[in-house]
């Protein structure tokens, strides 16, 4: 028996790879992915279960650092979501028979900046 709102599997991999890039410069790259398969719907009516399940779907993401061997600074940029997959991370509804689905986050990527004192 499925669960609701539960996935049968979902899984994470992480990659990571770090090289000198100079005599006190470290960098590294990462990689990761996740998955998540489809869920059954909410135990109730076949509406709602209909309404409430969701596809399964996986996310890749990678990130570079480069940063001094002092740790003191760090600079990071990073991708999540890169191939732009739609996804639908809820649903909810209300008793007048109306649903929402809350969509997960779109492609994003950033510039993480760090310093340590």
Known sequence: MDRPNTPSWS?????RYETSVSSNLQAAFMVDYSYRDDS?????????EAFFAKDGYGLLGARVTLEPD???WAV???G???GDKEYVRSTTGDDLGDYMDIMGRPRSY???????W
Do not use: H, M, P, Q
């Open 40 to 48: 059954s719907g909410f135990i109730g009516s076949e509406v709602d």
């Open 110 to 116: 950033g510039v993480d900046l760090t310093y340590s």
């Open 80 to 82: 999540k979501n890169l």
């Open 11 to 15: 899984g994470n991999l992480r990659a």
């Open 70 to 72: 002092d740790g003191r």
């Open 76 to 78: 990071a940029l990073w």
